[in-house]
């Protein structure tokens, strides 16, 4: 029986003999107490795995001196100073210690590797274990949550204050090298590749991205172009096939003309940078008012603007087709997000009054063949299937709870909104409060009167957003998916956005396939040609009950439906 962990530690370069000495050989077990996580971190993939596997090798040796045995080893490469990431195998780590209570300690070997988020997030972490009487270890500091808290907090911050730096210096740099027309960094535009800070020809690519160019400047339209290069085998630098939205993601991009790029960054919900960039852009500017050059093109500035007026001429307003004015548009499709091609695999997407293969639509039937079918005809299954086995789950299903928190989410987003907020808010506090211990107990330059009178505020806030949260956490009411007639009601009045909720939150991942047809006029039953993979499996004694009750959901929704 081997570990779950095996193959990220054969991924950081251990082999068997050494995994064996330092006991991550077989699976661990034995009491929680006796237990711990490990978790270890790099930020960029040209960090060296020797320096990991070090961690590693010093943490382990920790561990044996503790008599503890490392359960599970959580490992991968994302950054913790920005919010916008999330960082799954560190949320397995601790939940592992927080949830499933598998254990009782974390070990990481230096606080920046832990956290750059600052007090605030590591405050709330260490209240959650603290309460489980469980613990985090920092192996390079040695320092131990349960005896120093303060030292554990403070350090952190100093991170968080550390990357707040760093991340100034860098935006400058890069501001100033965009004004004197150097690349900066990033991913090239097809046809050229970075040198000495510039732009230039990428001698591999650059002659068909100059077909691609000629195309556009013919007035091909970008699907024409992603079919006519995949039926030659044409690949992308990914080594994957052509798409029609990939064609117009380069024509858009200034910077395929070789011209210094300023984009506006997205922000999400809390007005804060997601990482991510609003496509194209516009030329970054001069003094003189001239667009600023990086290098060479695959175009010219000229070729540049007369593509877009191309493209922006084929725009229909209020549809899909190159309308950026038209706003969000309204969804009507229900499988879209979850329907896929019983050829490909790919997604399905919607199409007129039909549900087609997405990769057939983009990149031409040289990259599938394709299937489509009526959408109502479909929708109408899936509702009758989606209904049928929510009423076969148990009442402890996972997937009851799901439904009701993904309801709850598109019923109620203002209150969704809130627990954002207040989690937010929390956080925040959890860091003055930290804050405020530094200025008097480690700077000294607060009075005692002011401390007690500013830590007992912030405490009550820390106490009030905690209770609110709570409050907002809590389960909604799973009755009605217990009855024939409210599933039937919840459903029919959700709405094609609330339907979608209600389906995503049953499906796994790989969703609904709908298989191809025999033969042209197939006429197989649409419910034979499905298979949906379902998160939970029916509950058999409640599919006994069930099977005495479909026909009266079917008469209920063809009531509510009338």
Known sequence: MERDDLPALRALGFDDDELKELGLWIPAVGAPADLAEMYVRRSKKKDSLSALKEQVRRMCGHAE??????????????????SYVRREEFEKATAALAEARLSKTLYVYKISR???????????????????????????ENIDSTRARSMLTFLSDQAREQVADLSQFVKLGMDAGKAEGKWTGGVTPFGLRSA???????????????????YLLDRKTPNWIAN????????????????????????????WAGLVAQRERQLDAKGKWNGKYHRGGSPLMDKNGHPISCGEGVITFAE???????????????????DRTRGKREIVALLSASLHCGRCSGPMANGGPNYRCYARQTEG????????????????????????????????????????????????????????????????????????????WVIGRMSEADYEYLMSELSAQIDAHKAELATLSIDGDLSPLMDPEAVTALW????????????????????????APRYRGDRTPILDRLTVHWRDESDPAALAVMDAGVERVERTRQRQTT
């Not at 029919?492 to 396939?513: C, V």
Request: aromatic fraction near 4%; hydrophobic fraction near 40%.
């Open 65 to 82: 001196r503790e008599g503890k045995t490392i359960r599970h080893v959580w490992f991968e490469q994302v950054s913790a100073s920005k």
């Open 114 to 140: 832990l956290s750059r988020r600052g007090a605030g997030q590591v405050g709330l972490l260490l209240d959650e274990l603290e309460d489980l009487q469980a613990r985090i270890y920092v192996v390079a």
């Open 196 to 214: 000495g800070g510039k732009l230039e020809h990428d001698p591999t690519e650059y002659l068909l991205a100059r077909r691609i160019a000629v």
């Open 228 to 255: 006519t290069l995949n039926t030659e085998a044409k690949l992308t630098r990914h080594g994957k096939k052509w798409s029609g939205p990939g064609i117009i993601s380069l024509a858009h991009a200034v910077t």
């Open 304 to 322: 540049h603007v007369k593509i877009k007026s191309i493209l922006a001429s084929r725009s229909q307003k209020g549809t899909s087709i190159g």
């Open 365 to 440: 039937e040289s990259s599938c063949q394709g299937v489509a079918t009526d959408r109502t005809r479909i929708d109408s299954a899936v509702e009758t299937l989606w209904i049928n086995h929510v009423l076969s789950l148990s009442p402890e299903s996972d997937t009851l709870h799901a439904i009701a928190k993904e309801w709850l989410s598109y019923k109620d987003p203002a209150k969704e909104a809130r627990k954002i907020q207040v989690s937010a808010a929390l956080e925040s506090a959890v860091g003055r409060q930290m804050g405020l211990n530094k200025e008097r």
């Open 492 to 515: 029919n009045g959700a709405g094609i956005g609330g339907q979608r909720a209600l389906l995503k939150a049953a499906l796994t991942e790989e969703g609904i396939t709908l298989a």
